[in-house]
């Protein structure tokens, strides 16, 4: 009988179980392993040293998250030398600037990776970094952007200067994305250096709920990083995505030091996370 009922149970379908992921995103400042008076790099950036290197890794240690979204990374060799090779893989977009986006990912996770979103990237500006994150028989899209400097809340619809109307020229690009995420039905993120406070009445994120409802993780909230700032690191959820966002786990990882002076060793910008409860 005891041997029977245990063959029973085996028979049985294994009860399904949810995936805790934990996401962020971080704009790690022109971080490059060039030299000094590198032709590619602006007068006033000074390259880390060996120390600043070992520092941020650390902190990506503290992180400790399963994807992260980068900006502002030259490429493979600088992003390797914060996220170890034996615990995550690295993709970069194919774009020939400085500052790349990217999206790092924890081994034993498995992924595709899409055609780079490069109708973000005109006027040499970045490409967004698209994977397709496999999640048992789940699917979860993820789009990396670092949208355009300069237009953090003015008005979009008559642009009063030239970042604004090129950050009201990648709507269209971001839109598209979401609306084909929303034909397919496929849950989604997009994550990343907006260049925007994005409160819940601005009309940049106004115009991307056109294509699709979508939930601003840190909507009314105020960035800690580096003593206080409005957020302009963001993550949105569409789709089923959205309901998978954990309650009051939403987090910013502030840095040890806390002298301005750090910024250029460091970041200006402070890594922003949130965790996802995935069904399986």
């Not at 040293?49 to 070992?54: G, I, L, N, Q, Y």
């Not at 986006?101 to 970045?126: E, K, Q, W």
């Not at 670092?146 to 008559?158: D, I, Q, T, V």
Request: hydrophobic letters at 40%; charged letters at 25%.
């Amino acid at each position: 009988m005891k041997r029977a009922l245990i063959l029973l149970l085996l028979l049985l379908p294994a009860p399904g179980y949810a995936a805790d992921l934990k996401i962020a995103t971080w704009n790690l400042d022109w971080l490059t392993t060039r030299s000094a008076g590198d032709r590619e790099l602006p007068a006033d950036v000074k390259p880390r040293s060996e120390e600043d290197f070992a520092r941020l890794a650390q902190y990506a240690q503290d992180l400790n998250a399963d994807v992260v979204a980068i900006q502002e990374v030259d490429g493979f060799p600088a992003a390797s030398k914060l996220f170890s090779r034996d615990t995550y893989s690295i993709h970069m977009t194919r774009d020939h600037v400085v500052q790349r986006v990217g999206i790092v990912v924890r081994r034993g996770l498995h992924y595709d990776i899409n055609p780079d979103v490069t109708a973000l990237g005109a006027n040499r500006l970045r490409s967004g970094a698209d994977i397709t994150l496999h999640l048992g028989a789940t699917d979860l899209r993820i789009l990396a952007v670092h949208l355009k400097k300069g237009c953090r809340n003015e008005p979009l619809a008559h642009p009063r200067n030239r970042a604004c109307e090129e950050l009201r020229d990648q709507i269209p690009a971001l839109t598209d994305w979401i609306t084909a995420r929303r034909d397919e039905g496929v849950p989604f993120l997009i994550l990343g250096d907006f260049n925007r406070w994005m409160t819940g009445k601005d009309p940049f994120l106004a115009e991307l709920r056109q294509a699709a409802p979508l939930v601003l993780a840190d909507d009314g909230r105020s960035s800690p990083c580096w003593g206080g700032e409005n957020f302009i690191d963001h993550i949105l959820a569409g789709d089923a995505a959205a309901t998978w966002l954990k309650p009051d786990t939403f987090r910013v990882l502030t840095y040890r030091e806390t002298d301005r002076s750090w910024q250029d060793r460091l970041s200006d910008h402070c890594p922003v996370s949130v965790r996802l409860t995935v069904p399986e």
